[in-house]
């Protein structure tokens, strides 16, 4: 366990000193960040003006999104292109056999990338958003823990999620095609574009089955107070069951990519 620490404090050091030394990369990221938040914020305002929110408020809106960008970040990229790479480069043998395990490793590169995107974009936005704008904090201290508690679960779900999509790429040629039906698929039934507080009923009742809301949608609306309560523990038994089927199926499609590795390796 000590050792997998410290290897993961090494590789988010060494990815966070490649990318300082690049500081162009820093600048264009808060300035990309905050015309972002310019313009999501301006769009909302013209729709709200038309008033068919129903009971949904500006500032929760916009305090969705922000906060969500914080989850995001950590959850944004894709596995895929790094297995993808590993496989047709053959270092994926070699990643295997290291004393740590490669989902570890896939992991720690991921959060490598999330801190920097985390200090460049989600922390300058929030604070202009917090100045400019009015964020709204959490409904109490209890809510805020069972928001963090909501957004772990959701990083297991995608984690999982990412990793069984991921694995197509070893009976794909390529992988940017299904990388991107994997993001429109988030984006539509995860809520993390438009908050399935605006779908039709029969488009949020597909979505509400699906694994997809636990990764942002859920964790925003007990942030906000929408789920309070018994909805809270129902969202969370909920999301524990598709960790459970998700990482059933995880595991066995693993030992067939294992089996397929030694076949094309014989």
Not at 167 to 188: G, K, M
């Amino acid at each position: 366990m000590t050792q997998n620490i410290k290897l993961y404090g090494a590789i988010i050091s060494k990815s966070m000193r490649q990318f300082a030394t690049y500081r162009t990369n820093i600048f264009a990221g808060i300035v990309s960040a905050l015309f972002m938040l310019g313009a999501r914020w301006a769009l909302w305002v013209a729709l709200f003006a038309t008033g068919n929110a129903g009971d949904i408020t500006l500032a929760e809106t916009m305090t969705f999104f922000v906060v969500g960008d914080f989850v995001m970040v950590w959850m944004g990229t894709s596995f895929g292109d790094v297995i993808g790479e590993d496989n047709r480069s053959g270092d994926i043998a070699l990643k295997i056999t290291r004393p740590c395990s490669y989902h570890f490793q896939l992991l720690a590169e991921r959060h490598s990338v999330a801190v920097i995107e985390t200090l460049t974009k989600s922390v300058p936005i929030f604070i202009a958003a917090a100045v400019l704008i009015g964020i709204l904090p959490p409904i109490g201290a209890g809510a805020f823990g069972l928001f963090v508690l909501a957004v772990l679960l959701g990083g297991a779900v995608y984690f999982l999620v990412d990793l069984i999509i991921s694995y197509s790429v070893f009976w794909l040629t390529d992988y940017w095609y299904v990388r991107w039906y994997q993001r429109a698929i988030l984006q539509l039934f995860g809520g993390t574009v438009l908050p399935l507080w605006f779908y039709p009923d029969w488009l949020r009742a597909i979505a509400d089955v699906l694994p997809f809301r636990f990764v942002m949608f859920a964790p925003m609306e007990i942030y906000l107070g929408r789920l309070s309560g018994a909805d809270v523990y129902a969202t969370f038994v909920a999301a524990l069951f598709w960790i459970f089927v998700l990482f059933c199926a995880e595991r066995l499609i693993w030992r067939r990519v294992q089996y397929k590795l030694v076949v094309q390796g014989g």
